[in-house]
């Protein structure tokens, strides 16, 4: 039985106004992977800002449990969503001093939570699985716990990085959820070479879940915004998205240094 949290009872509430207002339409597959009990790392595709409510979503649906997801100190900062985000055990990651979130997590993967983890890091505009960072390997290692690949495909269409969707463009979107297989980081990955490889291992394995989810996909994406470059859509290629995001982040780090002078 899993115990009764007020706050995250009401987000998942709002949340599933939200998405029934929106009339979308998921798909889900592989629920059956996640697991009744205990720890485990959920490492999900990050390509729209919904993408954490969406798996929250489908995942208290099937079986009633908490996801605490790891995010950017600065939405924790922020005056409405910091205390909805508090309230629901999410965990603030201070992107220069990681530390604290990394013990912090673990320590909930230890006491039988599932983790929520963007192994990408921010949301990525190309829709393709970018290089992934290796925590979440090295927290599922660290706790000894299962890491669960999830891949979300449509979520995008609702909210995401460099397009306004008009309400129009929001309603009835399809959005196909898979979860895939558990597999461990087991203790030869206490050798960075061997996370580097399981980490590999992972982004292989979120790629051909948003290939096959693609592939399923009910609407054609040929030249659209929110499809792949690769699939015949309008996207930025991974290494054309690659160069925005580091131009992004040279000019935010520029106007931090000029608003300390």
């Not at 998942?12 to 929106?22: E, K, N, T, V, Y």
């Not at 992107?95 to 963007?118: C, D, I, N």
């Not at 393709?128 to 090295?138: H, S």
């Not at 996370?195 to 040929?222: I, K, N």
């Amino acid at each position: 039985m899993h115990k009764r949290e007020p706050i995250y009872q009401a987000a998942i509430g709002a949340g599933r106004a939200l998405f029934g207002l929106l009339r979308v339409r998921r798909t889900v597959t592989g629920l059956e992977q996640l697991p009744a009990s205990g720890g485990a790392v959920l490492a999900v595709t990050h390509f729209g800002y919904l993408d954490f409510a969406l798996v929250e979503w489908v995942t208290w649906l099937h079986n009633r449990r908490h996801i605490r997801f790891m995010a950017k100190k600065g939405a924790f900062d922020q005056k409405l969503v910091g205390p909805l985000l508090r309230g629901m055990k999410h965990i603030s990651v201070d992107m220069e001093s990681g530390g604290a979130a990394y013990a912090q997590a673990v320590e909930a993967l230890r006491a039988g939570e599932l983790l929520g983890v963007f192994p990408e890091g921010g949301v990525n505009a190309s829709f393709t699985v970018r290089e992934l960072k290796t925590g979440a390997v090295r927290m599922a290692l660290a706790a000894n716990v299962p890491i669960i690949p999830v891949a979300v495909w449509g979520g995008h269409r609702l909210m995401t990085k460099n397009h306004r969707s008009t309400l129009r463009e929001r309603i009835g979107v399809p959005v196909s959820i898979r979860f895939g297989e558990p597999f461990s980081a087991d203790a030869a990955g206490r050798v960075d070479d061997d996370v580097a490889d399981t980490t590999l291992r992972l982004h292989d394995t979120l790629q051909a879940l948003v290939d096959a989810v693609q592939a399923e996909y009910s609407v054609p994406g040929t030249g659209q915004w929110w499809q792949p470059a690769h699939l015949g859509g309008t996207a930025p290629t991974p290494a054309e998205a690659a160069v925005a995001e580091a131009e992004r982040r040279r000019r935010k780090a520029a106007e931090k240094l000029a608003g300390k002078k």
